[in-house]
């Protein structure tokens, strides 16, 4: 895991609020993957970007949630107007291409809605 | 019907005993097969990869694949405490998106 960055690591929010994420890709990596995973449960794909483009946002919900990875900076998954059923655990996953069979995982973004 | 089948155990063994992991699958496409171990509150960390059936070798860990079938097992051999994790099974088609299975807990006891 080491070397795909996110942070905050812990984040609580209130109902209504807004929550973003930020993940900054192992270097040399320019595809970047969103999951959630909530409790006792396995990791669901969200969106799959990459640099100045999103190429697959199938396990997005459609509205409150969007993600971003511009040409600077970190990729942002940002989700609007939280609610107690966003509380998870948020992973970002990166790749040097996009056919790689070896993606690495940051250590989460755990998210709590109170 | 998932995708991916993972019994969510916990799954219990004592220091030194061969554990046994399993996945079943519906999608015969899935070619690419991985397992991951998720230590509590940590992110997924990779410990196999294959694409083929057949046996994998790293180490304690094996990982067989029977395509026929559509059943994947990862074998961990002289099980330690430091195994105890989330165990979870991932495959995906030729293109990037990994399918996870639901994962399975292990506890290995001193």
């Known amino acids: 895991n080491a070397g795909v960055m996110q942070n905050p690591r812990h984040l609580v929010r209130r109902r209504g609020q807004e929550a973003r994420l930020r993940c900054s890709p192992m270097k040399g990596h320019s595809h970047v993957y969103w999951y959630r995973q909530l409790p006792e449960e396995g990791l669901k794909f969200m969106v799959y970007l990459q640099k100045e483009n999103i190429i697959d946002e199938s396990g997005m919900p459609k509205e409150r949630f969007s993600a971003e990875f511009p040409k600077e900076g970190p990729s942002i998954l940002r989700i609007q107007q939280v609610v107690r059923g966003d509380s998870a655990a948020y992973f970002c996953a990166t790749a040097p291409g996009n056919t790689g069979n070896t993606i690495y995982f940051g250590e989460g973004s755990w998210l709590t809605v109170v | 019907q998932k995708e991916v089948e993972q019994d969510p155990g916990p799954l219990s063994v004592p220091e030194g005993a061969i554990v046994s992991l399993n996945c079943t699958y519906s999608n015969s496409a899935f070619q690419y097969f991985m397992w991951y171990r998720q230590y509590s509150r940590k992110g997924p960390e990779l410990l196999m990869y294959?694409?083929?059936?057949g046996n994998k070798e790293d180490g304690r860990f094996t990982a067989q694949v029977d395509k026929s079938s559509k059943y994947i097992s990862l074998f961990i051999r002289d099980s330690q405490p430091s195994d105890s994790a989330t165990y979870l099974c991932?495959?995906?088609?030729?293109?990037?998106?990994?399918?996870f299975g639901s994962g399975t807990r292990l506890l290995v006891r001193p």
């Open positions: 991932a495959m995906k088609y030729s293109s990037y998106k990994l399918i």
């Open positions: 294959t694409y083929s059936s």
